[in-house]
Every structure is written in C-alpha cells, then in structure tokens.
C-alpha cells in the first residue's frame, strides 16, 4: 500500500498490508474489548472523548501536514478539519447519555419502556476526502454507544488511517476498542463475513455502496451508506445574487470540489442567469489551486492523477455534447493533480456534467424558466444528498426546501455542510441511514423493548 504526494508525485511511503490471520487477531481484540467497553459509564467513556478531543486540538498542525502530502488538502482546510472532529467528539460526549436513555412508553403495563443497547464490533469503510472527518463522525457517537470499532480506510491515506489508532491509543482508550485495519478494498468482504462484525458504515461510492450493502444484507447485518451526490442549488429570481453566487462558488470548490455535498448543478430562473454567472464565474476564477503546503493556498491539487484525469474526459465529453466551457477546463503540461475550477453552461440532459458526479472544481451551470422547472430539474436525477435554495422570500425558501426537493438536507440561502448537531445523510443512490445527530447514534444500537404486566 502506497502513499503518494498528488501535488509532487512523490512516493510518501509504502506500507505493510495485514494478512489474514493478523485480521482475525484485531478482530478478536476488538470483541474482548467490547465486552469491557459496553458495561464502562456513560461519564467513563465521555472522558477518553474528551482527552482524544485535546488530543486532536494538539496534533492538529502535524495531522493537517500529513493530510497535505497524503491527499492534497491544504494546510488552513486541514487545520479546520481536526477541529471539527474534535468538536464532534465534544459533542457526543456530552449529549450520548440524554440520547440514548431509555423512554417510557405508557401502554397501560405496569412497566413499559424502550432501552438502547450497543451492537458490538463495527466496520467502517471510509473514503480519502476528509480523512479525519469522517472517521470521527462515525467513531465519536459509535464509541459513546458503548460499541467498538475497525476501520478500513482509503488506501491513499494510510499515515491518516494508523494516526487515527494512534490518537485514541494515545488518549488512553483500551487496547482494540479502535483500531486501523490496513487492507485493500477486496479483503472488506471477508471481513463482513467474520461473525464478530455487526455492522457496517460506508462513505464512498454509489458503487461501492451497493457491493458493501449487498454483502451486508446477505448476512442480515445493518449498514449505513452515504454515498455520492450531484447536488443541486437552486437559484430564483429573487435571489439575492452576490449572495448565491459566493455561497455557490465556496461550496463547489471546497476540498477542491472533491466533496459528496460540494454544490454540482447550479440550477439558475433565465431572469437572473446573466448576472449570476458573471459573478460566480468571477469568484470562481479568483480561487487558483496550489502547493496544499503553501499556508496561502486554498485549493489543493486532486486528491490523483487518476481521478484527475476522469473529471477531465467527464468535462471533455460534456463539450463534445453542446457544453460550453467559459473558465478552466484544461489540464497545465507539468502540473501533477493540479485541476482549475471550471464553468461549464448549456448543460443539457445526457451529459455527464448533468447526469452523473462531477468530483472535482468543475460546475454546471442549468439555465430554467421558472421555479417549476428549478425544482424539476433539481429532482432529476439519481442522487439525493444535498441542495440549496437561493431566495429572499424565506417562506418560499422553506417551503421549497421541505416540500419539493428530493433530497437528505437543503440549505436556504447557505451552502451544504454536515455538523454534529443535524442527522446527515442521503436518499435514492446516494444511500441510507443517518450520521450525526441524535438519529445517527441511534443507528447502531439494539432498540430494545422492555414490557412488564
């Protein structure tokens, strides 16, 4: 397993995949760490949090450097990034107990009332675009629930992955209530299979997703899936335009565009499409990528050359259906990862640019009618993540955002993002289940029922 530097082109290092015996021996730890684990207080398992918080909060500097190298993220975004995952575990830390007690139901027995048990040992696949992020979003309420937990994460971040272990290890967690499985993507359903893992949480692919959760269902274990997005925002006629078009052009070029929620399809009323553009197309071009060490720099080369080089045949195969490319679009001779944030218009059904996920500082631009065809448009499609809507009529705005989009979450008059306090998650290929939030330590518990006449 290599780590390679996507703005260089260097090989980090190369590490030592696990075999099989050496799996099943951190599996069977993480199952004898359980049975301790589960029975720990609520205020017990809330202070390890807290230390791995701090922890976090002193690292964060050296966390976002190896977040830089493995993956591309610049310095300021990584920084930002290891302070939400601290501010997560806080979080948890403090609400699980209130979560998680039990509820009285009144049913007319003389004892009736709902109790929620962890699950055991949890697999989580997680992707490369926020490294940290998304482990601890799962870890922090997955831990507090009284379960323990592998990971398995890309295999382009592997410094990221053991700095994980090494953080909880560090705070003074048990020994296999965490732990870091280096393993490639085909060893992942044999690790399903093992009877010690209960469950599984993915982030990734609609691809992946649907193999993982395939796997899953066969043994009957749970899965929660968040997976890709082609989010739409929408822009109306009475929009406040400088407005959508910042919100519009942060959002699509955050992590470099590399972002499940990142905004895809700006969705724009004929009336206002003009001026958008001009602006969006203005705030766009003001953010060139850069070396992700540079502490300047905010937007970082993708995260491959690989994955580099499949936004630009999506972009090219767009153009070659009517597309029209107005910023960016061509890959520089010499730069390894590096992609400039790009503007397409006259995006039209059939091309990739309107049907499929663009992962990368790309933007379609959709030109509309009205507010009929916005919300059409915006439904049109696969995926069911993300969405925004641009308006100053703020009953409008929330009437739109829950009654006419078909997706997890909208965001009125602001950009997409996920924070500890909202259930996150998606609809239709963009999968199921719930992270964050109350709902989402809810989804790895046993909701039991306790009755007495």
């Known amino acids: 397993m290599k780590a390679i530097n996507p703005f260089t082109g260097e090989l ?12 099943d ?24 949090l807290m230390r791995v918080a701090e922890a976090l909060e002193l690292k964060s500097r050296q966390l976002a450097e190896l977040m830089a190298a493995e993956m591309g993220k610049p310095l300021k975004a990584g920084m930002g990034e290891i302070e939400k995952c601290a501010l997560v575990c806080r979080y948890y830390a403090r609400h699980a107990e209130e979560f998680l007690k039990p509820e009285a139901v009144d049913t007319g027995a003389s004892l009736s009332y709902i109790a929620f048990q962890p699950l055991g040992v949890i697999l989580a696949v997680m992707p490369w675009n926020f490294p940290f992020w998304q482990s601890f979003r799962f870890l922090a309420p997955g831990l507090m629930a009284g379960n323990t937990a592998v990971l398995k994460h890309a295999s382009n971040v592997p410094g990221c992955a053991l700095a994980i272990e090494e953080i909880l290890r560090d705070a003074g967690l048990p020994q296999g209530v965490f732990q870091t499985l280096l393993v490639k993507s085909t060893e992942v359903e044999e690790i399903i299979k093992n009877p010690i893992i209960k469950a599984v949480t993915l982030t990734g692919s609609t691809g992946a997703g649907m193999k993982v959760a395939g796997q899953a269902a066969s043994l009957l274990k749970k899965a929660v899936l968040e997976l890709g997005g082609s989010d739409p925002y929408i822009v109306l006629e009475d929009a406040d ?68 080089d499949e936004l630009h ?69 696969v995926f069911g993540l993300g969405s925004a809507v ?34 996150f998650g998606g609809i239709k290929q963009s999968g199921y289940g719930r992270e964050l939030g109350v709902y989402g330590i809810k989804e790895f518990v046993n909701v039991k029922t306790i009755y007495r006449p």
């Open 313 to 381: 045949a999506q972009i090219q195969k767009s153009i070659e259906a009517g597309a029209v490319c107005i910023l960016g679009g061509k890959i520089e001779q010499g730069s390894h990862a590096l992609y400039p944030p790009t503007i397409l218009t006259k995006v039209k059904k059939g091309m990739p640019a309107y049907d499929e996920e663009m992962f990368g500082p790309v933007a379609s631009v959709i030109v509309v009618k009205d507010e009929d065809e916005a919300i059409r448009v915006a439904n049109d499609t």
């Open 25 to 48: 021996r951190k599996l069977e730890t993480s199952q004898e760490a359980f049975l301790n684990w589960k029975t720990l207080s609520y205020g017990v398992r809330a202070a390890y």
């Open 241 to 308: 335009i400088e407005l959508a078009a910042a919100k519009c052009a942060e959002s699509r070029l955050i992590n470099t565009g590399q972002s499940c929620i990142a905004a895809k399809r700006f969705i724009v009323v004929e009336q206002v499409a003009e001026s958008f553009t001009a602006s969006f197309k203005r705030k766009m071009a003001a953010k060139q990528p850069g070396d992700p060490m540079d502490e300047n720099t905010e937007i970082g080369p993708m995260a491959t050359v690989e994955l580099r």
């Open 12 to 23: 980090i290092r190369e590490y030592q995949t696990l075999s099989k015996p050496e799996i």
């Open 390 to 423: 641009f308006t100053e009529d703020l009953q409008r705005g929330s009437r739109i955002a829950e009654r006419m989009i078909d997706a997890g979450c909208c965001f009125i008059n602001d950009y997409v993002r996920s924070i500890p306090e909202l259930p």
